[in-house]
């Protein structure tokens, strides 16, 4: 079938405004996007830029604003969007140029959540033991590729870009709810704070958003009641 | 319109930050480091990794790593380096634990241990039956090691340049003096002064048409250090996997056998009960490839098709979404195919290079048939060959190899550059790379025809498939690598159209072009020369191992004239001696 992609381009530097190209390209109904995406820069016009690795939806690289919606580029297929599909980069980040943005502002807010386990003490000579229902609690969490695509659909973000966002509160919830993890007081007061999770309005676009699935807002959620009671 | 590169200074660089190179680094706290990165660390292929790391923790069964060690060398078929394979299996063990201690999500059995499942060519008692070796998170393992060892970096606050493409190796005075780099944001040259080096730059399985390897995987580091004149060790060993999603390659984990899927041909036939009666779809992964082949060329795939079933059924939904949730996912998403209810269509695809940049036990690398070290210049993860997997990895063993071998590598470059002084750098450092990149941006000039990257890549994705995968004769190979070198010369008409400096991908490409025509040369002259067949080098004219010629390692040299030369050099064998592979 014949897909008219609309993208929206624009070099920092260079363009003032950001405008649309046009591309016509021959795809079948199960090509991912990133087919398409690579049809243009393979056989079009190799000027356009985007970040991919993966192809299949687990490095993180592609999100992008997809008819509208945050996704993966490498894990939305022609047959769900038509004929007419319109790309733009993520909102709330700068564009550095086409669907490049800058991510820097985004991993610094990763860091400041301290993602990584913090437990005293010696190890024991083997593995620490954690039951099956333990490690539940913080399964879904710990999916999180770090793509941003929750955090760029969550209009609080837009409003106000100290909110640590989404995918920071993800990170943090993966170590709360962990079992071997003894930071707990520190990471819920870290997220307590003015720029922390109580700027999240349950919108829900992020969970929306997630294209490994995570519930998101029920995490955020989560996290908000063991402020509130004061332990996890 | 050269402008001059901006020069860095740091004891020691690591080239990479997947499994290898992160867990390199972590060894290396307290140095002065800078960890250099194509990618952004998290986005590294080390992420994609589904089925699991095997150690013989024996959490459901009895198991040693006496036992995973005959396993990889008979999995290897006797191409392994024993005093490695003793190495990797004694201390995968302790690796799995160390990763449990800094936070690594694990799956867990009733008793809170870490859950192991069983996995291709891992047996109990030295081949009497599979065996739970393969410790797991879901089948997300590699996410798990990659943001466990990311997370560690940040703990220690470790020096990233993300989004930096190396491009060239410097030495002077037969020393390693650092690396020249392409900042990809902003087109930069950048010169890293270095005592030492570490590649952990992965594997380059984008050389084939069908690939479960990411984009970026264009064999980079190799190429780097070919042309500075480090040989290539074994590079005509190339693993397909046999359960790529049928057109796409992507990779269904080897995890979804080991809890019980079977593989059926197109009249349902579970056809690896003919070819390997004991291990059934648990064989090594050459095997079945080559059994999947087999049934393809005699009309046994489905309608007529080139691919079969793999059949997850009877496993049930529990197991399906709790054990192998991704590959569900990637299922349902791409095929539009519930695996709870219908049978999926693999075919085999590319997955990993056993070759790569020769090292000793302790990522140093090695030079020639005598093992001679070249001071400051280290190699770990996909792109080194200690050889550990010889002429081919079981599974689960390369998450094992990279974090192994990159603790190593690190603890050895930290004494390394403890000892030494800066080597002097050459003059002109980043002239080489300069001139590269003007001449893809600017074009020959010659007046020829002027080529794109995209086509020339195509092509020859396509002709390593078609000539260069899991059949293989001496006339196809011979074409094939007239083939490569003729997309070389077209290489060097190559233009980039993108004029810009700014995340110039085009050129990025068209660089990783160049690596990949390197890679895919010596991957094919290799496997001409070799006149046997063992693991994943399987030649149809010569289909017997042959120990008695060719039980010793490919070291492949780039020549001045640009042609390859080949030299060999022994295998390392210790506790056990080659023997007929059977399963
Ligand atoms: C789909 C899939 C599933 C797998 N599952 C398993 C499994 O279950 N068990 C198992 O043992 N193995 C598995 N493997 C194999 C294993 O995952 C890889 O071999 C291993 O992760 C490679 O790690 P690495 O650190 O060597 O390289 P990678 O993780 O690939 O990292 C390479 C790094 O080098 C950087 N780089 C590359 N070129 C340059 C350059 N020019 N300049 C700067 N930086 C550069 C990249 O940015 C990246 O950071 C799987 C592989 C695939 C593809
Ligand atoms: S390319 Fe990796 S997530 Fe899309």
Known sequence: MKITLRVKRFEAGRDREPYWAEYEVEAEPTDRVLDLLHAVKWH???????????????????AMLINGRNRLA?????KELGARITIEPMRGFSVVRDLIVEMEGFFAKYR???PYLIA??????NERLQSPEQRAKFDDTTKCILCGACTTSCPSFWSNPDYVGPAAIVNAHRFLFDSRDQAAEERLALLGDRDGVWRCRTIYNCTEACPRGIEVTRAIGEVKKAILLGRR | MAESPIYHKHEAVIVGAGGAGLMAAGNLVGRDVAVLSKLYPIRSHTGAAQGGIGAALGNHEEDHWEWHMF??????????????????????????????????????????????????????GEGKGPVRRSCYAADRTGHMILQTLYQQSIKHGMRFFDEYLVVDLLMEGGRTAGVVALSIADGQLHVFHAKAVLFATGGYGRVYQTTSNAHALTGDGMAVVLRAGVPLEDMEFFQFHPTGIYKMGILITEGARGEGGKLLNGRGERFMEKYAPTMLDLAPRDIISRCIAQELREGRGVDGKRYVHLDLRHLGRDVIESKLPDITDFVRTYLGIDPIEELIP??????????????????????????TVLPGLYAAGECACVSVHGANRLGTNSLVDILVFGRRSGRD??????????????????EQAEARIARLREGS????????????????????????????????????????RELQQRYQQVRVQDRSRVFNTDLVEALELGFLLDTAEVTVAGALARQESRGAHFREDFPQRDDQNWLKHTLAYRTAGGGVELKYKPVTITRFQPKERKY
């Open chain 2, 346 to 371: 693999v075919q085999p695809t590319a997955h990993y290079a056993m070759g790569g940049i020769p090292t000793d036990v302790l990522g140093r690398v090695v030079v020639d048939e005598k093992n």
């Open chain 2, 71 to 124: 396993d990889t060398v008979k999995g290897g078929d006797y191409l392994v380096d024993q005093d490695a394979a003793e190495i990797l299996t004694r201390e995968a063990v302790e690796t799995v634990y160390e990763l449990e201690h800094w936070g690594l999500p694990f799956s867990r059995t009733p008793e809170g241990k870490i859950a192991q499942r069983r996995f291709g060519g891992h047996t109990r």
């Open chain 1, 120 to 125: 005293d003490g010696e190890p024991p000579a």
């Open chain 2, 445 to 484: 000039g010659g007046g020829g025809r002027e080529e794109s990257a995209a086509v020339v890549r195509e092509e020859l994705q396509q002709e390593l498939m078609e000539k260069a995968s899991v059949f293989r004769t001496a006339n196809n190979l011979v074409q094939a690598l007239d083939r490569v």
């Open chain 2, 413 to 430: 470059m930290a004494r390394y550059v403890a000892e030494s002084e800066f080597p002097a750098l050459p003059p002109q450092p980043a």
């Open chain 1, 112 to 114: 400041s959540v301290q």
């Open chain 1, 74 to 78: 490498c894990k939305v297929l022609v």
């Open chain 1, 44 to 62: 079009q016009d190799s000027t356009l830029a985007f970040r991919r690795s993966c192809g299949h939806g687990v490095c993180g690289s592609d």
